[in-house]
């Protein structure tokens, strides 16, 4: 990290090189640094300047290395720092009260205002502000917690600098403090105290994004490979169900064969076996809620089932098995010294091990006070309807009880904890089926068969959804509906993935 004096020395060798220079551009490399492109009057070359707020190497330099610059939206910050300071002329770039702080001065602004850009560089602690004549924040970089009521800086606030330090003798010069680097890449440089800086402080903000990454990494895998092994585990245990089928559907012949001695509300009946070599009797156990006929038919319904499942249960299991490796093949590379961390991601999700990453939209954060947490993830279908699946046992119940109309529909894989998922028809009478399918498909990954080829789905109107009283959180009754025998398609996956958005406020 930077001391006070070092920033002193790297204020005063900048100053010389940009005094008086015109603010040609800015350059957003979020989420902690940018790049200030200086024009000196006269000059036919420009001079960058690089501010970087990296928690692990906050740092002030002019650039010598190549810059891969951000391309996409970018946050309040960086539009208000272009906005208020492109053009303009810089009138004095200095150190503030021996601090760890930089304030660059600009007139001839775009709004023809006196506007000033502030720079802490406190490690973890670091922000960047641009402020009025009156020092006023207009923006800032890092907002301040939510939960302070009264932060020391936010926009609106006057900006103050910290408590005043003196630089402490014992503080050494930049020049020993870091070693000596190589050359820079034009061989010599005018700004030999920022080269120091630069090489020895970007490698050290590389060398930490690349660990947390890595670390992030190795995370995501560990999730999936759990997830992939419960899949392993439900296919293991479907494989040994459909063993019992035909003992199944011998119950459902037995019954049928003996209705009339099933008495209604009976837990059990005990019937000749004529499936056994040696005779005797078999109990088969009965739902007392069930007419007779609706017990065997249910047994047949249950070995249609299995049979379905022996179908496809050998090839699912494979594939199960086969990501199961995969992932514990990734989990082993990541942790890796010599694994790149960002191609071992690319590979993963080019491979679908592992589901693209859902940066948010820096334009999502330009209200500091966060909206009212939401018991639901909000997609969007084929069509443009908003998809809502619940984050979890609790939030099912709120998703669909308080934050479903009665028309919309309402889906839940069948035999299988999950999401609750609603399709908001907003008014609308029917679905549009391919977003209904888009639904389905959100129910399936968002429960233990998220890696099944096929899924059966319950679909339902949410008015046809009931809690029982005293029932567990997310355990729900239906009084109708259907269920839709889903074929998954992986990539409709991805896409419905990639829609993902906060969901909207209360309203």
């Given at each position: 990290m930077?001391?006070?004096?070092?920033?002193?020395?790297?204020?005063?060798?900048?100053?010389?090189?940009?005094?008086?220079?015109?603010?040609?551009?800015?350059?957003?490399?979020?989420?902690?640094?940018?790049?200030?492109?200086?024009?000196?009057?006269?000059?036919?070359?420009?001079?960058?300047i690089r501010v970087s707020l990296h928690p692990d190497a906050s740092r002030l330099h002019l650039q010598h290395g190549r810059v891969e610059l951000h391309e996409g939206s970018v946050g309040p910050f960086f539009r208000a720092l272009e906005g208020e300071l492109r053009g303009a002329r810089l009138v004095r770039l200095a150190q503030v009260r021996d601090d760890r702080v930089v304030r660059l001065d600009f007139a001839e602004t775009p709004s023809g205002r006196a506007r000033a850009l502030v720079i802490e560089l406190f490690g973890r602690r670091s922000n960047a502000y641009v402020v009025d004549a009156d020092d006023r924040i207009l923006a800032l970089l890092v907002p301040p917690p939510s939960e302070k009521s009264d932060p020391r800086a936010a926009v609106g606030k006057t900006w103050l600098p910290p408590a005043g330090r003196a630089i402490a003798p014992d503080e050494v010069a930049l020049a020993e403090r870091f070693a000596e680097p190589p050359p820079p890449p034009r061989g010599t440089t005018e700004a030999p105290l920022s080269w120091r800086v630069e090489h020895a402080l970007s490698a050290r903000a590389d060398s930490a994004d690349r660990e947390r990454f890595a670390r992030e990494l190795v995370e995501r895998a560990k999730r999936k490979l759990e997830r992939a092994r419960a899949l392993e585990h439900g296919l293991v245990e479907r494989a040994k169900a459909g063993d019992d089928a035909e003992r199944v559907r011998q119950d459902g012949e037995l019954l049928k064969a003996h209705l009339g001695a099933i008495a209604r509300g009976a837990t059990h009946v005990d019937v000749e076996d004529f499936y056994a070599e040696s005779g005797g009797t078999r109990r088969i156990a009965l739902d007392p809620k069930k007419r007779p006929l609706d017990n065997a038919e249910a047994y047949f319904e249950r070995y249609r089932k299995l049979l379905r499942a022996r179908e496809t249960v050998a090839e699912e299991l494979e594939r199960a098995r086969a990501k199961c490796a995969a992932l514990a093949a990734l989990l082993e590379r990541a942790g890796g010294a010599d694994a790149d961390p960002r191609e071992l991601e690319a590979q993963a999700i080019a491979s679908g091990l592992l589901d693209p990453r859902q940066e948010p939209d820096a334009r999502r954060r330009e209200k500091h006070k966060p909206e009212p947490r939401k018991p639901y993830r909000s997609y969007r279908g084929t069509k443009g309807s908003e998809i809502r699946v619940g984050r979890n046992a609790a939030d099912n119940d709120d998703l669909t009880f308080h934050h479903a109309r009665g028309n919309d529909v309402w889906l839940h894989t069948a035999d299988t904890p999950g999401s609750h998922v609603v399709l908001v028809l907003a008014g609308r009478p029917e679905p549009d089926q391919e977003e209904l399918v888009d639904a389905a498909h959100l129910a399936a990954h968002f429960s233990p068969l998220a890696e099944a080829a096929r899924v059966r789905v319950h679909v339902a109107r949410r008015k046809e959804v009931h809690k029982p009283r005293g029932a567990k959180p997310g355990l729900v009754h239906l009084s109708g509906g259907k269920i839709l025998d889903l074929r998954v398609q992986p990539e409709r996956i991805r896409r419905l993935l990639e829609t993902a958005r906060t969901p909207p406020p209360a309203g």
């Open positions: 930077l001391a006070a004096r070092h920033v002193r020395e790297l204020a005063a060798e900048l100053a010389e090189l940009v005094d008086g220079a015109e603010l040609r551009d800015v350059h957003p490399l979020p989420p902690h640094d940018f790049l200030l492109v200086f024009a000196p009057q006269g000059a036919d070359f420009v001079r960058r």
